[in-house]
């Protein structure tokens, strides 16, 4: 996309001044399956960045995310190298953020960055380590990239003193959204004078509808255990998860190249569910899929055999691959039968564009992929009537914050996903001591009152969390 230049300037405009970079290792307390790789470890980059306006005024923001390997990075290249790569990326970009010369309202510097800087800089580290090694993934890049431009929004928000979502308006935006965004060219509409704050839901939820986590490696009832589960406390059976969390809503990981297996999890889960008074389900094929066919095929034998359980299902999330370019499938089959939502394909609003004219009909938006990526797709998707859901990543600690934010905000089909207290919830302990709500389910939901102030509402100065030792610190 060619940037436009835009002359227009406003007193609360920043720009990046330094960058502090960390890297918190997280071990899970069980196995998480990404399709054919399991996550038994993952590694947080937590960014600090200084900001400045005109008048000399600065201020500091945070950002963080898993750099979940697997997941952005899904390949028969060792883990070690992939996750190496990804922290190296994290230093550049540190670099490359801290120097980044242009002034404005975040959406448009983080924008400006993911356009004209991010895709130059993955080509020199995919350059530098050579043709005959596999290339970092764009996707790869957004999820490194992410950490840094959700510490820009919060910073924005400390600067003004203000919730940074009372800032997408044109009051403090020095362009409306045509400036990012093109609509299709089958509907009549302009986002000439609208802003993502005409897309976002005012005031936002204080409490969401949590979405459990059935991974594939998640034991659903006692004949499973073999004796090795960790005794720490926390529930280690689905239904002990239920009851305990007072959950309504299961997404459950399938394998999508196993059609049996897959009926036969979403039946056992399902049949957990009705038990246990669930009353929504979700199918998550994380990309593994090749054939519109499959997934048809498992929905109609579910609406004949499991009637229920069909209709508990409120939709399906991306069983297709993630390069939407390279694999251009017509989907509108299993549209027809469920609301299809796109995941690992929805890196931005150009391949949402592209997913809707393939008949995909909802995003599932995730602050993984920066602030202001997960902003312009909800408006742009918002715009053309399709459906939203914000998605985890396993978010533990500051991660978590932004992320059941945007749901708040973003007017889901249901709830948010959730799960990092699943796999990891020891991590979040001082987060929690703070937002308990944000890091435990109570009655199937997740509690957002907590959070007040500047930024993202984290109450930084108030989590007791001792940093590792920094792992880098770039100044302009």
């Known amino acids: 996309m060619n940037i436009k230049r835009d002359s227009s300037k406003k007193r609360t405009d920043i720009e990046p001044v330094s960058v502090d970079l960390y890297f918190i290792p997280v071990q899970t307390r069980v196995p998480l399956k990404f399709g054919p790789e399991t996550l038994t470890s993952v590694i947080c980059a937590r960014t600090c960045m200084t900001v400045a306006n005109e008048q000399g005024q600065t201020a500091q923001g945070w950002g963080e995310t898993p750099l979940s390997v697997q997941w952005a990075w899904p390949s028969n290249l060792g883990y070690q190298e992939r996750c190496e790569t990804m922290q190296l990326f994290c230093r550049t970009l540190a670099e490359a953020w801290a120097k980044f010369d242009r002034q404005g309202h975040p959406i448009k510097l983080g924008s400006d960055f993911i356009e004209s800087q991010l895709p130059d800089l993955l ?138 297996w897959d009926v036969d999890r979403l039946v056992r889960v399902g049949k957990i569910a009705l038990e246990n008074n669930v009353v929504w389900l979700t199918s998550d094929f994380n990309c593994t899929v090749t054939r519109p066919d499959y997934v048809n095929e498992i929905l109609d034998r579910l609406m004949i055999e499991h009637p229920r359980i069909y209709q508990m299902v409120l939709y399906v999330e991306q069983p297709f691959p993630y390069d939407l370019k390279e694999n251009q499938i017509d989907v509108h089959g299993v549209s027809a039968r469920k609301p299809l939502f796109m995941d690992e394909s929805a890196h931005d609003w150009k391949l949402i564009r592209l997913g809707r004219s393939l008949g995909w009909t909802g995003v599932a938006l995730k602050t993984c992929k920066t602030q202001t990526g997960a902003l312009l797709s909800l408006c742009w998707a918002r715009a053309h009537g399709m459906t939203l859901m914000v998605q985890d990543l396993t978010n533990p600690m500051l991660a978590q914050i932004p992320h059941v934010l945007l749901a708040a905000y973003a007017g889901t089909i249901m709830g948010v996903e959730t799960n990092a207290m699943q796999f990891y919830p020891a991590a979040s302990a001082p987060e929690e001591a703070v937002h308990p709500g944000l890091y435990q389910r109570r009655d199937g939901q997740v509690d957002l009152s907590t959070l007040n102030g500047p930024g993202f509402g984290y109450r930084i100065n108030e989590i007791k969390r001792d940093l590792p030792e920094l792992a880098a610190r770039f100044e302009k």
């Open 123 to 260: 080509d020199k580290l995919n350059r530098q380590r050579g043709e005959q090694t596999e290339p970092m993934p764009h996707l790869a890049a957004l999820v490194c990239c992410s950490a840094f431009d959700i510490a820009l929004h919060d910073a924005y928000g400390q600067l003004l003193g203000r919730d940074v979502y009372s800032t997408y308006n044109a009051e403090f935006m020095n362009v409306d959204l045509s400036h990012f965004l093109k609509p299709a060219d089958d509907v009549d509409f302009s986002f000439a004078g609208k802003y993502p704050a005409d897309f976002l839901k005012f005031p936002p939820a204080e409490t969401m509808p949590a979405w459990h986590l059935v991974g594939g490696k998640d034991l659903l009832d006692a004949s499973e255990l073999t004796g090795t589960e960790p005794k720490d406390g926390y529930p280690v059976l689905l239904p002990d998860w239920i009851k305990r969390d007072g959950l309504k809503c299961l997404k459950v990981k399938l394998r999508g190249d196993d059609s049996s």
